[in-house]
C-alpha cells in the first residue's frame, strides 16, 4: 500500500512489536493468568490492549474478559462479557504477570529488518544526513530495560527514550523531545504495529508504516496507514525522503 508522502525529518519508533518481538510474551503472561479464572485471552483482547500503558491495559482487560456459557435452551455457546475485576485487581494482575514477564522478557529477539534500519539512521545522523530518532514506549522503564537487555547496542543509537504514561492528546506531544522539533507533524514517520498505535499517530497527522500481526493486517489499511509491511526488511527509505540503504 503505498500514498502520496511527505518527506520525513523525524522518525518515532514504538517498541513492543515493532523493534522487539515481545507481544508473544505479554499474550502468554495473559492467558496464563487467565487460565486460573476459565478464561480466555482473544486476538480482540490483544488488540484493544496494544498501545496502552501496562495499568491501563490491565484494568480494561479485567473489565471486559468474558467466557463462553452453554445454553441448554438453545443447544449453543454464548460468549458472556463478564469481567473478573471483583475477583483480582489491576494491581494483583501487574504484579502477577510482571513476575512472569520478568522472566521472558530478557529473551526477546529483534525483529527482522529493526536493527539494520536503527543502524543505518544512526550511520547517516553521523555523516550528517541528519535524522532524529525517538523510542516512544508505553512500557515502564523497567519493563524496557529488562527487554532491551540484549540489544543495548543498536537501540541505544536511539538518543531518545520516552516512556509514555496516559495518552498523547495533540502532535506536539510526540515530538517536543526532540531538540530541534518538526515544523510539521506530517515530516514525522511512526513506525507502529498495533492499530491503538496507528490510529493516534494518523490522528496526530503524522505519516506510519505499520507492522502488523497478521491478524491485524486488515485493520492497519482501514485505519490509514501510509504503508503495511509484513517486516520492517521491506522498508525502502527513500519513498519517503530518508537516504537509501546503502
Given at each position: 500500500?503505498?500514498?502520496?508522502?511527505?518527506?520525513?525529518?523525524?522518525?518515532?519508533?514504538?517498541?513492543?512489536?515493532?523493534?522487539?518481538?515481545?507481544?508473544?510474551?505479554?499474550s502468554?503472561a495473559?492467558?496464563?493468568?487467565?487460565?486460573?479464572?476459565?478464561?480466555?485471552?482473544?486476538?480482540?483482547?490483544?488488540?484493544?490492549?496494544?498501545?496502552?500503558?501496562?495499568?491501563?491495559?490491565n484494568?480494561?482487560?479485567?473489565?471486559?474478559v468474558?467466557?463462553?456459557?452453554?445454553?441448554?435452551?438453545?443447544?449453543?455457546?454464548?460468549?458472556?462479557?463478564?469481567?473478573i475485576?471483583?475477583?483480582?485487581?489491576?494491581?494483583?494482575?501487574?504484579?502477577?504477570?510482571?513476575?512472569?514477564?520478568?522472566?521472558?522478557?530478557?529473551?526477546?529477539?529483534?525483529?527482522?529488518g529493526?536493527e539494520?534500519?536503527?543502524r543505518?539512521?544512526?550511520?547517516k545522523?553521523?555523516?550528517?544526513?541528519?535524522?532524529?530518532?525517538?523510542?516512544?514506549s508505553?512500557?515502564?522503564?523497567r519493563?524496557?530495560?529488562?527487554?532491551?537487555?540484549?540489544?543495548?547496542d543498536?537501540?541505544?543509537l536511539i538518543?531518545?527514550?520516552?516512556?509514555?504514561?496516559?495518552?498523547?492528546?495533540?502532535?506536539?506531544?510526540?515530538?517536543?523531545?526532540?531538540?530541534?522539533?518538526?515544523?510539521?507533524?506530517?515530516?514525522?514517520?511512526?513506525?507502529?504495529?498495533?492499530?491503538n498505535?496507528?490510529?493516534?499517530?494518523?490522528?496526530?497527522g503524522?505519516?506510519?508504516?505499520?507492522?502488523?500481526?497478521?491478524?491485524?493486517?486488515?485493520?492497519?489499511?482501514?485505519?490509514?496507514?501510509?504503508?503495511?509491511?509484513?517486516?520492517?526488511?521491506?522498508?525502502?527509505?527513500?519513498?519517503?525522503?530518508?537516504?537509501?540503504?546503502?
Amino acid at each position: 500500500m503505498t500514498k502520496s508522502t511527505t518527506n520525513v525529518t523525524h522518525v518515532i519508533f514504538d517498541v513492543d512489536g515493532t523493534l522487539l518481538d515481545t507481544e508473544i510474551y505479554y499474550s502468554m503472561a495473559n492467558q496464563a493468568i487467565l487460565n486460573r479464572f476459565g478464561r480466555e485471552f482473544t486476538p480482540e483482547m490483544q488488540a484493544q490492549m496494544m498501545g496502552k500503558n501496562g495499568q491501563s491495559a490491565n484494568e480494561w482487560l479485567l473489565k471486559e474478559v468474558g467466557h463462553f456459557s452453554f445454553s441448554c435452551s438453545f443447544l449453543l455457546y454464548c460468549y458472556l462479557k463478564v469481567g473478573i475485576s471483583d475477583q483480582i485487581s489491576p494491581e494483583d494482575f501487574g504484579s502477577a504477570k510482571d513476575a512472569i514477564l520478568a522472566k521472558t522478557f530478557p529473551q526477546c529477539q529483534a525483529l527482522p529488518g529493526a536493527e539494520r534500519l536503527v543502524r543505518h539512521l544512526a550511520k547517516k545522523q553521523l555523516l550528517r544526513l541528519d535524522v532524529p530518532m525517538a523510542i516512544c514506549s508505553g512500557s515502564c522503564m523497567r519493563k524496557f530495560m529488562l527487554k532491551s537487555v540484549k540489544h543495548r547496542d543498536w537501540l541505544d543509537l536511539i538518543p531518545i527514550q520516552v516512556i509514555v504514561v496516559g495518552k498523547l492528546k495533540h502532535w506536539f506531544s510526540f515530538t517536543s523531545w526532540f531538540p530541534v522539533p518538526p515544523k510539521d507533524p506530517s515530516h514525522v514517520l511512526v513506525f507502529e504495529d498495533s492499530p491503538n498505535g496507528g490510529k493516534a499517530a494518523k490522528a496526530a497527522g503524522m505519516q506510519c508504516v505499520m507492522i502488523p500481526e497478521p491478524k491485524f493486517r486488515r485493520q492497519s489499511f482501514d485505519l490509514g496507514a501510509d504503508k503495511v509491511l509484513s517486516s520492517l526488511e521491506e522498508f525502502v527509505p527513500e519513498e519517503f525522503g530518508l537516504p537509501p540503504f546503502d
